[in-house]
């Protein structure tokens, strides 16, 4: 704002300048009347072009303001009291109220006003001017000082207002930042080392079992102390995975189709449960293929663990501007009462990782019954320009 005054004051000098010239005394009265021009028409020019660069040392000077005034009252005195440029010096108060708050104001406006009565008396004395145009501009100068002073409060107010909610969204954004990232670290631990640490603990039932019975068969045992110790270090794999994606720099390539069928040949050896599948020749990329690899992986165990399934089909294809990915299982189907918040509360993640993992990559998720009497269909509609733009 101050650049804008003294802005204001550049034009009414430049056009002042003409008339204080021409009722200057001849001789050493229109030198100095000159060289008063000259320094409070550069003053203006340049604080108003380099305001960042030299406004700090007005700041810091306010003599420096002081003996602008000065220079500007020669030519006050040279054009009179009733020219434009009497008009400017109420431009004095107001950048005082702004640079120097209400001390400053009333300082300079004091000044500023006595100058201005100083000249009208000097020049009108012998006139008899009425005193309502003596104290207009003096008045002028006041109001112009305290206007300065309130816009100088009114700033420093939005500016602090502003300050305190650029900390607040900072915060809020770091706690996003935060809760996203831990959502993110729970879906991994659950897609990852959780269903893992489950098959090794179903393993060792079974060891369990079969050593505890009367006649133990040293071959199955031999056989599930190896399901045991290949699960264990399974899950210690998946563990450095994690922690090596944590600190990974960048995104990794992922080919999904293939990823894909490598994970569900190894269900099908695991589990033993028929999996077929079919899948397009286009591949997304990677961040996408992370999302699609995890709900597909979910679904998979789901229909193991929970649906007591004997066939699931995972396919995927493109229909219009979607890539339709469906994994289809022929189990009992889900409860009629599931809603995510009953799973979150009775601390069951897997659907809600897959609804969250779909919303990350702009996916549109159903879990339902599909177009089938039995069975749970999971199908995810992904965008074309999800992974073309």
């Known amino acids: 704002m101050c650049r804008q005054v003294f802005g204001f004051r550049l034009a009414m000098i430049a056009l002042a300048a003409p008339a204080a010239l021409l009722h200057a005394a001849p001789g050493l009265g229109v030198r100095l009347v000159g060289v008063a021009v000259v320094v409070t028409f550069m003053v203006s020019y340049v604080l108003f072009r380099d305001w960042e660069r030299f406004g700090p040392l007005l700041l810091r000077h306010p003599s420096l303001l002081a003996a602008d005034t000065l220079f500007g009252s020669l030519l006050l005195i040279s054009a009179g009291p009733d020219t434009t440029l009497a008009y400017v010096s109420v431009c004095t108060p ?5 640079a120097y708050s209400w001390r400053g104001a009333a300082g300079f406006a004091s000044l500023q006003s006595l100058i201005l009565l100083l000249v009208h008396a000097t020049l009108k004395g012998d006139r008899h001017a009425p005193v309502a145009e003596a104290l207009l501009l003096p008045g002028l100068c006041v109001i112009s000082g305290a206007m300065g002073s309130t816009l100088r409060n ?3 107010r939005f500016g602090a207002a ?19 990232e831990r959502a993110r670290l729970a879906r991994e631990m659950h897609d990852s080392v959780a269903k893992t640490l489950y098959g090794v603990a179903l393993a060792a039932d079974g060891l369990a079992a079969t050593a505890s019975a009367e006649a133990p068969d040293p071959a199955r045992i031999r056989d599930q102390a190896d399901l045991v110790s290949r699960s264990a270090r399974r899950a210690a794999a998946e563990s450095r995975e994690l922690l090596r994606d944590l600190r990974r720099d960048g995104v990794q390539e992922l080919p999904l189709w293939p990823e894909l069928h490598a ?18 020749q286009l591949d997304p990329p990677s961040p996408l293929a992370r999302h699609l690899l995890s709900i597909t992986t979910e679904a998979l165990e789901n229909a193991h663990r929970h649906a007591s399934a004997t066939h699931v089909e995972v396919r995927a294809a493109v229909h219009g501007d979607l890539l339709r990915l469906t994994i289809q299982d022929d189990g009992r189907g889900l409860p009629p009462d599931t809603t995510l918040e009953r799973l979150r509360a009775s601390g069951h993640f897997g659907l809600l990782g897959m609804v969250e993992r779909a919303a990350q990559a702009g996916a549109r998720i159903r879990i339902g019954r599909g177009g089938r009497e039995r069975g749970t269909e999971v199908r995810v509609d992904v965008p074309l320009r999800a992974w073309q733009a």
Do not use: N
């Not at 107001?94 to 702004?98: D, I, S, V």
């Not at 969204?169 to 809760?179: D, F, I, P, W, Y």
């Not at 994970?263 to 397009?280: A, E, G, N, Q």
């Open 263 to 280: 994970c569900i040949k190894d269900f099908t050896k695991r589990t033993s449960l028929r999996v077929t599948c079919s899948f397009p």
């Open 154 to 156: 009114l700033m420093l």
């Open 162 to 180: 502003t300050q305190a909610l650029t900390t607040a969204q900072a915060r809020l954004a770091a706690a996003e930042a935060v809760s996203a």
């Open 94 to 98: 107001l950048l005082a109220g702004l």
